[in-house]
């Protein structure tokens, strides 16, 4: 689904992402884990598109990101860190632009979202302006919105910051379902007992990829219990932040 | 190819925006009122009831002819004689008068000559008040002067009204200044909420962005100058000569013109805050100094008559000018119409340019 060949990112002297290599496939859940800095955040613009590799290619179902940049963007969803819908647009209305600017017709669009718009209770709010909404609300609101043009590929750049346990926990039930249609979803945290949800996960430190693979054989090949003890093992310093 | 579909969305969005941003409604409403009732009664440039101060040696029937002359005009107000003793440096030191007028004692039989002496500290003033003493010397007596009898004839604006000079002017001054700022802002904020960021990852252009966002504006700029328009003719019963559909076609392009100003602005901007200081500072003062508004561009020195070439509001002011008090056609107004065009493209296409090199 999506390809990278040594990927690096380079801000003046600074490398911030140093020889990335990831094949990450369809239907996976695919997870960034690192401290702040160490490079996620950047990463993942790079793989949708927001900031141009220094050096290294990308493609997305064999499309190479810069030369086929619209058929790659409309296949790709993006939910960003820092909550980013209208706050002065109703709920629905900020969904019904981004069908817009997708050229999805809205009621196709509306069909797309239907089930997620259920599970996660949003019938009810879709009238209300987007910013009286609760947090939590407003998270979700977001993953819908990234969602309208049923994109195959999904990025989530830390969506859990700021939500509380129960509502985290129901947020990764629907990427889950997600998964199991066969989106691929790649997803950024810093809460490590979110990495167990991930098929997948890359741990990265200062740009470069420390540990790569699925959670439970990383623990075992470190012979560690959880996630957070992996983590202090290969980055050698207590670097998280745990809840 | 710009997708209209994607165009439309933004512009859609963007509506949706103005209409509920009451901030963004009252730049767009009131701003240019008060600016036009504000500038409209400030820079009013007529003079009226300048203190003359007559020092008549001659006391004859004509020089008492002329002085009546002088006194029926609403243009000046005699002072009384007491003063007239001063010397006029001290009269005029102590602000008693602003212009003295001696009459020799032999005037009307030996001699017409008048001395005429006007404080020039304000040099705009001291001009008007010498054209109308020697209007209305001129009227008084027209051979008076001498052997050459000129008579001037000011044309479209023979009254010489300021509303006529500032009312076109302000209309190109406000327009510039609010197209600037709605653009700039519409966009750096959402630099700053990060919106921009998600309409990025989607395959919106970079010019579907820009037009998209422009559209709406236009029409908001057309109903502002409408609106300046309108209250200027009621306000200050300033006259409109030429067609009502030139002037919405030119308009437009200097509407066209401001928005792109905008963009191109929003593009260096950060922050709301650097945009609208940075949208106010490139037309604000360069329009009133540079345009043509106050200072004529023929007597600038050579290198500010050069950068005038790229303030829009000189081509505008002369249309609007030519529209409002001359009833210019097409034909008389298409150069500068045309440069309006080519600004406008040139900076929508160094702002797409701009905006997709940020992306790397």
């Known amino acids: ?243 | 190819m710009p997708n209209l579909n994607r165009i439309r969305a933004i512009a859609e969005k963007e509506v949706f925006h103005i209409l509920r941003d009451s901030r963004t409604l009252a730049i767009i409403f009131i701003m240019p009122l008060l600016q036009l009732i504000i500038f409209g009664y400030a820079m009013n440039m007529e003079i009226r009831q300048v203190p003359l101060i007559v020092d008549d040696q001659a006391l004859n029937s004509d020089s008492r002819a002329l002085v009546e002359a002088f006194v029926q005009t609403d243009y000046f107000q005699l002072v009384p004689h007491r003063e007239g003793n001063l010397r006029p440096e001290d009269l005029f030191k102590e602000r008693l008068a602003q212009a003295t007028l001696s009459i020799p004692r032999d005037f009307g039989s030996q001699t017409q000559q008048l001395f005429l002496k006007i404080d020039a500290s304000d040099p705009n003033s001291a001009q008007m008040i010498q054209n109308y003493a020697t209007g209305i010397v001129n009227a008084y007596a027209p051979t008076a002067t001498g052997g050459i009898d000129l008579r001037a004839q000011i044309l479209y604006n023979p009254d010489l009204k300021s509303s006529y000079f500032f009312v076109p002017g302000l209309i190109a001054l406000i327009l510039v200044m609010i197209c600037a700022l709605l653009t700039s802002i519409s966009i750096s904020r959402e630099k700053e909420m990060g919106t921009m960021e998600q309409i990025l990852v989607s395959p919106v252009s970079a010019t579907e962005i820009l037009v998209g966002k422009v559209l709406p504006y236009i029409l908001l700029g057309l109903i502002d100058a409408l609106l300046i328009l309108g209250v200027g003719m009621l306000l200050f019963q300033v006259p409109f000569r030429g067609d009502f559909l030139v002037f919405l076609l030119f308009t437009f392009l200097y509407v066209l013109t401001s928005l792109c100003l905008g963009l191109l602005v929003s593009t260096v901007a950060k922050t709301q805050q650097a945009a609208m200081m940075m949208a106010l500072g490139l037309t604000l003062l360069p329009t009133l100094l540079l345009s043509g508004y106050m200072f004529p561009i023929s007597s600038m020195p050579p290198l500010l008559q050069k950068i005038t070439y790229i303030i829009p509001a000189r081509y505008y002011l002369q249309i609007i000018r030519g529209i409002m008090l001359k009833g210019n056609s097409i034909q008389h107004l298409y150069q500068a119409g045309l440069s309006l065009m080519l600004m406008s493209g040139f900076m929508l296409m160094v702002a797409a340019r701009r905006f997709k090199l940020r992306l790397s």
């Open chain 1, 1 to 243: 689904m999506i390809h990278t060949r040594s990927l690096n990112k380079d801000f003046g002297d600074f490398r911030a992402v140093n020889d990335i290599n990831l094949e990450i496939g369809k239907g996976e859940i695919f997870g960034f884990l690192g401290a702040n800095g160490a490079g996620k955040t950047t990463t993942i613009r790079m793989l949708c598109g927001l900031l141009k590799p220094s050096s290294g290619g990308i493609s997305v179902d064999g499309l190479d990101i810069v030369r086929h940049s619209d058929q790659v963007k409309q296949r790709l969803g993006y939910m960003s860190q820092k909550f980013s819908l209208y706050p002065d647009l109703l709920a629905l209305e900020n969904l019904e632009f981004y069908a817009g600017i997708y050229q999805v017709p809205f009621a196709k669009a509306l069909r797309n979202v239907e089930e997620i718009i259920d599970q996660f209770d949003l019938r009810s709010i879709l009238k209300f302006r987007t910013d009286d909404l609760p947090m939590g609300y407003k998270q979700r609101l977001s993953l819908v919105a990234a969602l309208v043009h049923d994109p195959p590929l999904v990025f989530l750049d830390e969506p859990t910051s700021g939500v509380d346990p129960q509502a985290r926990r129901e947020f990764w039930q629907a990427i889950n379902d997600l998964a199991h249609k066969g989106k691929t979803i790649i997803v950024s945290t810093h809460f490590m007992d979110e990495a167990e949800y991930c098929h997948r996960v890359i741990i990265m430190q200062d740009g470069r990829e420390v540990a790569l693979g699925n959670p439970a054989e990383l623990k075992a090949m470190h012979s560690v219990a959880n996630m957070q003890d992996l983590f202090i093992k290969v980055l050698g310093v207590e670097d998280a932040k745990s809840e």
